[in-house]
């Protein structure tokens, strides 16, 4: 399984994107899934995830009020709306799967499956 992540673009500050996590042939059941994010020079950075089993959502202070975390009805694909979106935000974004269902962090060596990423660039 390697997954996709889509839907990134160029943004004004302030503006909003949808993000698309997927999987060829593949439906996110009990997976725990994960994003991230890398800025140009720095070290991928943990934004959000979901746990498998429960559902639970994490987000790190960075995007909490403004990113949010959603599954298609299908179960195909792994949304992550942005909202409020800064200069700051710009990165390219990547989603990945968890190696433990019960349970989500925002650790990149906790997870497995990871695709190209899209670019996110906020600016005016």
């Known amino acids: 399984v390697q997954l996709q992540a889509s839907g990134g673009g160029l943004v004004q500050p302030g503006g909003s994107l949808r993000l698309s996590c997927t999987a060829s042939?593949?439906?996110?059941?009990?997976?725990?899934i994960g994003w991230f994010r890398q800025a140009p020079g720095k070290e991928r950075e943990g934004i959000s995830c979901v746990d498998g089993i429960m559902r639970r959502k994490y987000y790190a202070d960075a995007v909490k009020g403004r990113f949010t975390m959603s599954r298609s009805e299908d179960r195909n694909t792994e949304f992550l709306q942005m909202t409020s979106l800064k200069p700051d935000d710009t990165a390219v974004y990547y989603c990945?799967?968890?190696?433990?269902?019960?349970?989500?962090?925002?650790?990149?060596?906790?997870?497995?499956?990871w695709g190209q990423g899209t670019l996110v660039t906020v600016s005016s």
């Open positions: 042939d593949y439906a996110f059941g009990r997976d725990t």
């Open positions: 990945a799967t968890g190696k433990t269902r019960s349970k989500c962090t925002v650790v990149p060596g906790d997870y497995e499956n």
